[in-house]
C-alpha cells in the first residue's frame, strides 16, 4: 500500500486489522505527534469514535497515558493495569468502560530520530506484551515510520506547490483552486479584492531586496490578521488577493477595504529600516450575471487597475464603466504603440504670441497621429495611452526627435525662433533621466537649450506628492532648461508649492478663459494669478483663446501672452515654418533670458495687420 501511494489513514487502518488478525483478542491504534508535540488519531478501526476524538489534542508528557508518556520518554511505555497506573489517572475513565485492562505504546521515529507517532496494542485482561508480539510491533513501528516519512514529504510536496515560500501566504495556484470551488448562485455570496503593494519597488532599490523581502513577509502577516477568517493570498510579486466570504465583511465592502488599508500603512521595522506599506485595492462582488468566478476576478482587477491609474493608495470597487474605460485604454496604447513602431507620429504646432503686436515668441508641439488612410489624429483621442509608462517615454522620445530636426532647420533658416514646448509625463519626469535625456539630444543636433521649455502638467507637478518629481524639475532648471507648468488650475493647484520647486511659466488652463467676464470669479482669479506670478517672476501664458474679446480682456487684466484658436490652431512643420517668417519675434542681440525675450516690444499697428493676415488662413 506504501509502495501505490495508498493514503496513510488507510496503510495505518490495513496495519491494524492485520496486526488484530495475527493477535486475536488485542486491539490496535495508531496515533500522530505533531510538531508542538500533541497527539492526534490517525487509525483505532476496532475502537470507538468517540473515544479516539477524546484523545486529539493531548500533549505529550510524562504522565499522558501510553502513548503520551511513550512520545514524551522516546521510548516503549507498558501499562500493564490501567486502573491502578497513575499514567492513566487523567485518561481511565475513558478507557475502562470499553473493558480495556492494558496498553502498550512503542514510539515511531524518523531518520532523525525524531518522534512522529505511536503504535498502541490494548488488552482486554491485565498484562504485558509477549516476545512474539514485540516482534510484529517492531515491524509495525517501522512501516509506520516508512508511510509517514512518505505521507511528511508528500505534505511538504504539496505545501510548496501550494504556499507562497517567502511569505507562507497561499499561492496563486491555490487561489485558482479557491475560485474554481466558488458557487455563483448566490449573488452578493462573496467578494474578490485584490491588492497591489505600490512601494516594493522603490523598498528594493533604496534598502535592498532583503529588506523588500522583510517588507513582504510584514504585509503578509498584518493581512492573515486583518482578514480572516478569510483567506489571503501571494498572487505575484507585490500583488496579493482576499476571499471574502462573511456576512461582515461583504455588508460594507468599502469600510473591510479601509480596515485592511489603514492597518498597512501602519510603520513597520523592516531589517532596522523604518518602512510604512503602502497599498492600492481593487474589489467585486458576485453580482447578478456573472456565471463564473473568474468573471468577477477580472472585475477585481479592472478595479485594481482603475484604482492605480486614478489615485494609488485608495480603494475602487468595481462598477460597469470601468471595464469600458479600461478596454478604451489598452485599445489607445495598442494604437499608438503600433503608430510609434509604424514611424506614424508626427509633431504639430500651435504658436503662442503676444497679445498686443500678435507677434510669435514660440510654439508648443503637440503630437499628432497618422491613421493608416492618412488622417491626422489629435493627442486627447490616445491620452489614455500615455498612462502606460513605456508608450509615453517612447512617445515622448519621438517627440524629441521630430522636435530637434525642425529646431536645426529653422535655425538653418535664420528665422527669428525663440522656443518649443514639448511635453512630457509623469514617467518621463519619474525616471529621473529627462534633463539628461533632453540635453544630450540637443546636443547632438548642435542646438543651444535655450530653445526649449518642458511642458509639465499640472496633475503631474502638484498632484503625485513624489520627491523624484520636485528633484527632476530642480535639476532640470540647474541645466538650463526652462519649466513651464501646464493646464494651471485643473488639477491641485497651490501656489505653495511653486516656493519649493519653482517655474518659468504658467500655463492658464482654457477653462479659465472661456469664462472670462468682467467681475466674473475667472477674472478675479486671473487677474490676481498675473500679480502673483509678476511679483514671483513667472511668465504667464494664457491657453485656448478664441475670440478678440478674450484676447482684450486678458490684456486689460495684464496678460501679455497667450494661445489658441484665434492666432492658430495646430499645424504641420511646413505651415508653422511660414507662421515663424511672417510673424516671429527676432531674439535681441543679445539674449538676456526668456523673459527679456517675451517682453520685446513691436509696433502695435503692425501686429494687427499681421493677425489679419493670420486669420484669413482659414482652415491651417
Known sequence: MIATGSTLEATADRLCCEVEALL????????????????????????????????DGIPIGP??????????????????????????????HLVLPLGLAACWSSPIFDASGMVLGTFAIYYRERRGPTAAEKRIVANCTHLCAIAMERHDRLLEHERKANVDELTGLLNRASFN????????????????????????KVTNDTFGHHVGDDLLREVSSRLTATSAPAKAFRIGGDEFAIIWETPEALRDISATAQRILDRLAEPASCDGHLISPQATIGGAVLSIGDATAETVRQKADFALYHAKETGRGGFVRYWPGIGTAITKRLTAIRDLGEALRENRV????????????????????????????????????????????????????????????????????????????LN?????????????????????????????????????YMGRRDHVIAREIKAMRELGLRVALDDFGTG????????????????????????????????????????????????????????????AQLSALGCVLGQGYLFSPAVDRVAMTEILVRFGQPLPAETPSLGAAWVHTGDADVGAKQSARLLRRGGQ
Open 346 to 421: 508626427e509633431a504639430h504646432y500651435q504658436p503662442i504670441f503676444r497679445l498686443d503686436t500678435r507677434e510669435v515668441v514660440g510654439v508648443e508641439a503637440l503630437c499628432r497621429l497618422i491613421s493608416p488612410d492618412g488622417e491626422i489624429i489629435p493627442a486627447a483621442a490616445f491620452n489614455d495611452a500615455t498612462s502606460d509608462a513605456q508608450i509615453a517615454c517612447s512617445l515622448t522620445e519621438r517627440m524629441l526627435g521630430r522636435i530637434v530636426a525642425d529646431i536645426r532647420h529653422w535655425l538653418d533658416l535664420g528665422i527669428a525662433f525663440q522656443h518649443v514646448g
Open 424 to 460: 512630457v509625463s509623469y514617467a518621463d519626469v519619474h525616471r529621473g533621466k529627462l534633463g539628461g535625456q533632453l540635453s544630450a539630444a540637443f546636443a547632438a543636433a548642435d542646438v543651444p537649450l535655450k530653445h526649449l521649455i518642458v511642458e509639465i502638467t499640472e496633475n503631474v
Open 177 to 200: 483552486r479557491a475560485l474554481a470551488g466558488l458557487s455563483c448562485d448566490e449573488p452578493g455570496s462573496w467578494a474578490i479584492m485584490i491588492l497591489d503593494l505600490d512601494n516594493l
Open 24 to 55: 486475536p483478542g488485542v486491539i490496535c491504534s495508531v496515533l500522530t505527534v505533531d510538531r508542538g508535540g500533541v497527539l492526534h488519531p490517525l487509525s483505532a478501526p476496532s475502537l470507538p469514535s468517540d473515544y479516539s476524538a477524546a484523545l
Open 492 to 551: 491641485f493647484a497651490s501656489l505653495t508649492h511653486l516656493l519649493t520647486v519653482p517655474v518659468d511659466i504658467l500655463k492658464i488652463d482654457k477653462s479659465f478663459v472661456d469664462s472670462l467676464s468682467p467681475g466674473n470669479p475667472s477674472s478675479v482669479i486671473v487677474e490676481g494669478l498675473l500679480s502673483i506670478a509678476e511679483k514671483l517672476g513667472i511668465r504667464v501664458v494664457a491657453e485656448g483663446i478664441e475670440t478678440e474679446s478674450q484676447a
Open 63 to 92: 504522565a499522558a497515558g501510553s502513548c503520551g508518556t511513550a512520545a514524551y520518554f522516546k521510548k516503549p511505555v507498558v501499562v500493564a493495569d490501567v486502573a491502578r497506573d497513575p499514567k492513566w489517572a487523567a485518561f481511565r
